[in-house]
C-alpha cells in the first residue's frame, strides 16, 4: 500500500484520504493507532471517534465504582507495562491510555466527535469512502481509505439494554441503566433495586451502599464469582527485588495466562469441584446460614459465562452487612412504588437500576455497501472472527471474554500490519477472504457455539451476527492460547485470502 496518496477524480475538495481509517478510539483503536505507528510507520491513518474523548468504554461507562473485572496486566496492552492493581478503575484506564496517546504522540492521528454512518467499497477504485457527521457541528464529513480496521467494539454505545416488564410505565421512581447514568443521580438515602447479576451488579452495589437506605439485588438467576484480594503477589515480589517494570509485566501476564488456562481446562474436566471451589469463596464472606444454595449457586457450568473477580468481595462484605440484600425470583410486573415479584412479594423502591446488560451490534450500526449492495453480515462467513467473505479490505477486532479482550486487539494489530506490509510486497490493493473449494460443502453456523458460551447479549445478536463454518480458519475460537500461536503464523498466501 502507498502512503497518502492524491486525491482521485472521484474525490471532492472535503474528502481525506488515508492508507488505513480506524473506527473508535477505544483500548482497541488505540493500539491499532500504536501499532501502525511502530510497525509500519509512513502510514498514514485517522482514527474516527463518535465520541468526545478516547477510552471507549472506559469513557462512556460513569455509574458509580466502574472499573474492570478482569486483571490490568493482560488487559492493559503488551507494550506498556501496568503498574497499578491489577483491578482497576476506569479513571486510572483512562489515564494508562492517556499516556499510551501521549508517550506516542497518537493524539494528531484522532479526530473525536465524528459519527461514521456509512462505509463504501468500491471494486473499481479499490478503496473505501467513509461519510460521518461532526457531531459538534453537525457537519457532514468525508474520508476515503484503502483499508478499514474496525474498533467499534461490540455493542451500542448510545443505550443499554433494558427488557420490557409490565408496569414499567407506572413506577414513579427513576429507572437508570447504568450505561446511561445521569451523573446528577441522588441515591443517598434512598432505597434501590438493582436488577442483574453480573459484573455491573457486583459493582455498583457496593459503590452506593453506604449512601443509600438500603440496596436490594435482584436477580433471576445466580452467577458465579470469584472474590480476592486486589494485589498481584508475583508483581510485588518482583518489585520488590527491583525487577524492571517491562520484566515485571511480560512475567506476571505470562502467569496470570497460565493460571488461566489451566482454571479453564478444569472447569471442562471437572466442572462439579470447580463449582464448589467456586462457592467456597463467596462462602467465606457470609454468615454460616445465609442460603447459597438459591443465591450463588448457578445451574450452569462455570465459564459458560464471563465470571467476574470481586475484589476483596466487597458485594457480599455489603450483603454480610445488612446494608445490602440479595433477591433470586422472577419479576411479574412493576407497580407505582417498587417490583412485585413471581413469588407474590412485593419490593419497594425509589430508584431501579436495570444492570441487565447491553445490546449487541454489528459493526457500530454503520451501512455497508459493496459497489453499491448493501452488506448483510448475517449472509457473510467469518474468516478468524476478523475478516468477512466478501467484504474486501476490512478486519473487526472482535476480543475474547473468557481472557482479555486487549489480548486479541495486539494480536490483530500484528496481523494487520502484516498484512499490509505483503500487500504492499505483491503491489496487491485488494484482499479479500474467500471460501475454498473444499469449503464449498462446509455447513455454516452461528456466530459462537452457545454450548460454548452464551450471554444473553450475544444470544439475542447472533441472528446478525456473521456465520461461522467448522474449520478453524472460518472461526472466532475464543482460544487465546491457539490464537497467541495461530494468528502470527497465518500463511498470508494461503488460497483464503485474495489478492487483486
Ligand atoms: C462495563 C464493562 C466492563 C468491562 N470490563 C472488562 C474487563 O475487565 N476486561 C476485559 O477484557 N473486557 C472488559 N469489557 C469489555 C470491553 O468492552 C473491552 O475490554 C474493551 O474495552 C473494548 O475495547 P474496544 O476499543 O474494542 O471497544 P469500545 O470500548 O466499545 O470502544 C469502541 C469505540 O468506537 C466508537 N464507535 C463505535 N461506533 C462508532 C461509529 N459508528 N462512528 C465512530 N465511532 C464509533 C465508540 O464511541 C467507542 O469509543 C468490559 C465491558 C464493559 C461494558
Given at each position: 500500500?502507498?502512503?497518502?496518496?492524491?486525491?482521485?477524480?472521484?474525490?471532492?475538495?472535503?474528502?481525506?484520504?488515508?492508507?488505513?481509517l480506524?473506527?473508535?478510539?477505544?483500548?482497541?483503536g488505540?493500539?491499532?493507532?500504536?501499532?501502525?505507528?511502530?510497525?509500519?510507520?509512513?502510514?498514514?491513518?485517522?482514527v474516527?471517534?463518535?465520541?468526545?474523548?478516547?477510552?471507549?468504554?472506559?469513557?462512556?461507562?460513569?455509574?458509580?465504582?466502574?472499573?474492570?473485572?478482569?486483571?490490568?496486566?493482560?488487559?492493559?496492552?503488551?507494550?506498556?507495562?501496568?503498574?497499578?492493581?491489577?483491578?482497576?478503575?476506569?479513571?486510572?484506564?483512562?489515564?494508562?491510555m492517556?499516556?499510551?496517546?501521549?508517550?506516542?504522540?497518537?493524539?494528531?492521528?484522532?479526530?473525536?466527535?465524528?459519527?461514521?454512518?456509512?462505509?463504501r467499497?468500491?471494486?473499481?477504485?479499490?478503496?473505501?469512502?467513509?461519510?460521518?457527521?461532526?457531531?459538534?457541528?453537525?457537519?457532514?464529513?468525508?474520508?476515503?481509505?484503502?483499508?478499514?480496521?474496525?474498533?467499534?467494539?461490540?455493542?451500542?454505545?448510545?443505550?443499554g439494554?433494558?427488557?420490557?416488564?409490565?408496569?414499567?410505565?407506572?413506577?414513579?421512581?427513576?429507572?437508570?441503566?447504568?450505561?446511561?447514568?445521569?451523573?446528577?443521580?441522588?441515591?443517598?438515602?434512598?432505597?434501590?433495586?438493582?436488577?442483574?447479576?453480573?459484573?455491573?451488579?457486583?459493582?455498583?452495589?457496593?459503590?452506593?451502599?453506604?449512601?443509600?437506605?438500603?440496596?436490594?439485588?435482584?436477580?433471576?438467576?445466580?452467577?458465579?464469582?470469584?472474590?480476592?484480594?486486589n494485589?498481584?503477589?508475583?508483581?510485588?515480589?518482583?518489585?520488590?527485588?527491583?525487577?524492571?517494570?517491562?520484566?515485571?509485566?511480560?512475567?506476571?501476564?505470562?502467569?496470570?495466562?497460565?493460571?488461566?488456562?489451566?482454571?479453564?481446562?478444569?472447569?471442562?474436566?471437572?466442572?462439579?469441584?470447580?463449582?464448589?471451589?467456586?462457592?467456597?469463596g463467596?462462602?467465606?464472606?457470609?454468615?454460616?446460614?445465609?442460603?447459597?444454595?438459591?443465591?450463588?449457586?448457578?445451574?450452569?457450568?462455570?465459564w459458560?459465562?464471563?465470571?467476574?473477580?470481586?475484589p476483596?468481595?466487597?458485594?457480599?462484605?455489603?450483603?454480610?452487612?445488612?446494608?445490602?440484600?440479595?433477591?433470586?425470583?422472577?419479576?411479574?410486573?412493576?407497580?407505582?412504588?417498587?417490583?412485585?415479584?413471581?413469588?407474590?412479594?412485593e419490593?419497594?423502591?425509589?430508584?431501579?437500576?436495570?444492570?441487565?446488560?447491553?445490546?449487541?451490534?454489528?459493526?457500530?450500526?454503520?451501512?455497508?455497501?459493496?459497489?453499491?449492495d448493501?452488506?448483510?453480515?448475517?449472509?457473510?462467513?467469518?474468516?478468524?472472527?476478523?475478516?468477512?467473505?466478501?467484504?474486501?479490505?476490512?478486519?473487526?477486532?472482535?476480543?475474547?471474554?473468557?481472557?482479555?479482550?486487549?489480548?486479541?486487539?495486539?494480536?490483530?494489530?500484528?496481523?494487520?500490519?502484516?498484512?499490509?506490509?505483503?500487500?504492499?510486497r505483491?503491489?496487491?490493493?485488494?484482499?479479500?477472504?474467500?471460501l475454498?473449494?473444499?469449503?464449498?460443502?462446509?455447513?455454516?453456523?452461528?456466530?459462537?457455539?452457545?454450548?460454548?458460551?452464551?450471554?444473553?447479549?450475544?444470544?439475542?445478536?447472533?441472528?446478525?451476527?456473521?456465520?461461522?463454518?467448522?474449520?478453524?480458519?472460518w472461526?472466532?475460537?475464543?482460544?487465546?492460547?491457539?490464537?497467541?500461536?495461530?494468528?502470527?503464523?497465518?500463511?498470508?498466501?494461503?488460497?483464503?485470502?485474495?489478492?487483486?
Open positions: 500500500m502507498t502512503t497518502a496518496a492524491a486525491p482521485s477524480r472521484t474525490e471532492s475538495k472535503t474528502t481525506e484520504h488515508f492508507d488505513v480506524i473506527v473508535g478510539a477505544g483500548i482497541s488505540v493500539g491499532g493507532a500504536y501499532h501502525l505507528t511502530t510497525q509500519r510507520p509512513g502510514t498514514s491513518f485517522v474516527l471517534e463518535g465520541l468526545d474523548g478516547f477510552g471507549g468504554t472506559w469513557w462512556m461507562h460513569r455509574y458509580p465504582g466502574i472499573r474492570s473485572d478482569s486483571d490490568l496486566h493482560t488487559s492493559g496492552y503488551r507494550f506498556k507495562p501496568w503498574v497499578g492493581p491489577p483491578i482497576a478503575t476506569a479513571e486510572e484506564i483512562l489515564a494508562y492517556g499516556e499510551v496517546i501521549e508517550e506516542n504522540d497518537l493524539a494528531q492521528h484522532i479526530r473525536y466527535n465524528h459519527r461514521i454512518t456509512n462505509a467499497w468500491s471494486n473499481e477504485d479499490k478503496r473505501w469512502t467513509i461519510e460521518a457527521t461532526q457531531t459538534d457541528t453537525g457537519e457532514p464529513r468525508r474520508f476515503t481509505a484503502n483499508f478499514l480496521w474496525m474498533c467499534q467494539g461490540y455493542y451500542r454505545h448510545a443505550e439494554y433494558t427488557p420490557e416488564w409490565p408496569g414499567m410505565a407506572d413506577f414513579e421512581g427513576e429507572i437508570i441503566h447504568p450505561q446511561t447514568w445521569p451523573e446528577d443521580l441522588d441515591y443517598r438515602g434512598k432505597r434501590v433495586i438493582v436488577i442483574g447479576s453480573g459484573a455491573t451488579t457486583a459493582t455498583v452495589v457496593p459503590a452506593i451502599a453506604a449512601d443509600v437506605e438500603h440496596v436490594t439485588v435482584l436477580q433471576r438467576s445466580p452467577t458465579y464469582f470469584i472474590p480476592g484480594r494485589r498481584n503477589d508475583l508483581a510485588e515480589t518482583l518489585r520488590e527485588l527491583d525487577v524492571d517494570e517491562t520484566w515485571i509485566h511480560e512475567i506476571v501476564r505470562r502467569k496470570i495466562l497460565h493460571d488461566q488456562a489451566l482454571f479453564t481446562k478444569r472447569c471442562l474436566e471437572e466442572p462439579e469441584k470447580v463449582k464448589r471451589e467456586l462457592l467456597d463467596v462462602r467465606q464472606y457470609l454468615p454460616d446460614d445465609f442460603d447459597m444454595e438459591t443465591h450463588f449457586s448457578p445451574t450452569y457450568r462455570p459458560r459465562q464471563r465470571i467476574a473477580f470481586v476483596e468481595g466487597d458485594i457480599f462484605k455489603g450483603l454480610a452487612s445488612g446494608k445490602a440484600s440479595i433477591m433470586t425470583d422472577g419479576i411479574e410486573r412493576f407497580t407505582p412504588s417498587g417490583i412485585l415479584l413471581k413469588s407474590g412479594e419490593l419497594v423502591a425509589d430508584i431501579i437500576v436495570t444492570a441487565t446488560g447491553f445490546n449487541m451490534n454489528v459493526m457500530g450500526d454503520i451501512n455497508f455497501e459493496v459497489d453499491g448493501p452488506v448483510d453480515f448475517s449472509k457473510t462467513v467469518t474468516y478468524r472472527g476478523m475478516m468477512f467473505t466478501g467484504v474486501p479490505n476490512m478486519l473487526w477486532v472482535f476480543g475474547y471474554f473468557r481472557a482479555s479482550w486487549t489480548l486479541r486487539a495486539d494480536l490483530l494489530a500484528d496481523f494487520v500490519c502484516r498484512l499490509l506490509a505483503h500487500m504492499e505483491k503491489g496487491a490493493k485488494q484482499v479479500n477472504a474467500q475454498r473449494p473444499e469449503d464449498a460443502e462446509m455447513e455454516l453456523l452461528p456466530w459462537i457455539d452457545p454450548q460454548n458460551f452464551n450471554p444473553g447479549y450475544l444470544m439475542r445478536a447472533l441472528p446478525l451476527l456473521p456465520k461461522r463454518g467448522d474449520k478453524p480458519e472461526q472466532h475460537t475464543q482460544d487465546y492460547w491457539r490464537e497467541k500461536d495461530e494468528i502470527p503464523g497465518i500463511d498470508l498466501d494461503g488460497a483464503e485470502f485474495v489478492y487483486s
